[in-house]
């Protein structure tokens, strides 16, 4: 080899390595750029999440303190006027149109006591409130042995000629029982799907057969109870359990609870209710009840 040739191979040795050089700082460069872009981006990403979050938060909490402001009143109609008040003037979202419902589902709708209330007293209703409790005159004419049914027999049963309207009030049942069905207790294995503490102070249960078909059954208040109701002890007593095992409170709680329970036959007003069967009928007084689970 040549001394020129020997010169130019430390050169183009030394050129090679700056280039090599060049290239890596080039790129390594590249790479920490994008790095920091892509921190920056996801910083940003980051910040912009949790700025929404908590924007959501906030509106969870207003829409939140409105609802219990308009709820409380002590009232349920009030509070359904106040609910759909709010949806209407555009404070509270309702994409599902629940709230509207609450127009034919008047005794769905959530209510808590007044301001300024320490505990609200359960009122109890004056439609049939004798009937229901067992204090009526009739109350002797019902049968003592149960008769079994199932939830899917009950709600087939006609209501009788002269209340057949399921949203009629009949005021000349006011104090009376219709024949037949509201003269017989019923032995019944359901499952109780939802359960709510009333305004009434009653416990009013969703029951439900083995085809989906429900009906209502009501554990109602003791206090309401006049003395001489020939179910006074029985209603007291399943009361009680019912409270024990489901605490049922002033919103609608789902659930799954199999039992055997029996009550009275009843032809309520239908107007919405929730579980109500499409004749009205339902067990009111609930007498006796057994977990089946």
Same mark, same amino acid.
């Given at each position: 080899?040549?001394?020129?040739?020997?010169?130019?191979?430390?050169?183009?040795?030394?050129?090679?390595?700056?280039?090599?050089?060049?290239?890596?700082?080039?790129?390594?460069?590249?790479?920490?750029?994008?790095?920091?872009?892509?921190?920056?981006?996801? %910083?940003? *990403? +980051? &910040? =912009? #999440? /949790? $700025? @929404?979050? %908590?924007? *959501? +938060? &906030? =509106? #969870? /909490? $207003? @829409?939140?303190?409105?609802?219990?402001?308009?709820?409380?009143?002590?009232?349920?109609?009030?509070?359904?006027?106040?609910?759909?008040?709010?949806?209407?003037?555009?404070?509270?979202?309702?994409?599902?149109?629940?709230?509207?419902?609450?127009?034919?589902?008047?005794?769905?709708?959530?209510?808590?006591?007044?301001?300024?209330?320490?505990?609200?007293?359960?009122?109890?209703?004056?439609?049939?409130?004798?009937?229901?409790?067992?204090?009526?005159?009739?109350?002797?004419?019902?049968?003592?042995?149960?008769?079994?049914?199932?939830?899917?027999?009950?709600?087939?049963?006609?209501?009788?000629?002269?209340?057949?309207?399921?949203?009629?009030?009949?005021?000349?049942?006011?104090?009376?029982?219709?024949?037949?069905?509201?003269?017989?207790?019923?032995?019944?294995?359901?499952?109780?799907?939802?359960?709510?503490?009333?305004?009434?102070?009653?416990?009013?249960?969703?029951?439900?057969?083995?085809?989906?078909?429900?009906?209502?059954?009501?554990?109602?208040?003791?206090?309401?109870?006049?003395?001489?109701?020939?179910?006074?002890?029985?209603?007291?007593?399943?009361?009680?359990?019912?409270?024990?095992?489901?605490?049922?409170?002033?919103?609608?709680?789902?659930?799954?609870?199999?039992?055997?329970?029996?009550?009275?036959?009843?032809?309520?007003?239908?107007?919405?209710?929730?579980?109500?069967?499409?004749?009205?009928?339902?067990?009111?007084?609930?007498?006796?009840?057994?977990?089946?689970?």
């Amino acid at each position: 080899m040549s001394n020129s040739a020997n010169i130019w191979v430390p050169i183009l040795v030394a050129i090679v390595t700056g280039l090599v050089t060049v290239i890596t700082v080039f790129l390594t460069g590249r790479a920490n750029r994008r790095l920091e872009r892509d921190k920056f981006d996801a %910083n940003r *990403k +980051l &910040e =912009r #999440q /949790k $700025f @929404e979050t %908590n924007s *959501k +938060l &906030e =509106r #969870q /909490k $207003f @829409e939140s303190s409105l609802i219990v402001q308009s709820i409380s009143t002590g009232d349920q109609e009030t509070a359904k006027n106040n609910l759909i008040f709010l949806v209407e003037a555009g404070f509270l979202p309702d994409p599902d149109g629940k709230i509207k419902g609450l127009v034919n589902r008047p005794a769905d709708t959530p209510v808590l006591p007044a301001r300024g209330q320490a505990q609200a007293s359960s009122r109890a209703p004056v439609f049939r409130w004798k009937v229901r409790t067992g204090s009526d005159s009739d109350a002797s004419l019902v049968e003592e042995a149960p008769v079994k049914a199932t939830v899917e027999e009950l709600v087939k049963k006609r209501r009788p000629a002269t209340m057949k309207d399921p949203a009629g009030r009949y005021p000349a049942y006011q104090g009376k029982r219709a024949p037949g069905v509201e003269r017989t207790i019923y032995d019944v294995e359901a499952t109780i799907v939802a359960h709510k503490l009333q305004m009434s102070g009653s416990y009013h249960l969703d029951l439900q057969g083995e085809t989906g078909a429900t009906m209502i059954a009501n554990c109602v208040d003791p206090q309401h109870v006049d003395a001489e109701s020939r179910w006074a002890q029985q209603i007291a007593t399943v009361r009680a359990e019912v409270e024990k095992k489901l605490s049922p409170r002033a919103v609608y709680v789902s659930g799954s609870w199999p039992v055997r329970i029996s009550g009275v036959g009843f032809f309520n007003q239908v107007h919405g209710q929730h579980g109500v069967a499409p004749n009205g009928i339902e067990l009111t007084p609930v007498l006796s009840i057994q977990w089946l689970s």
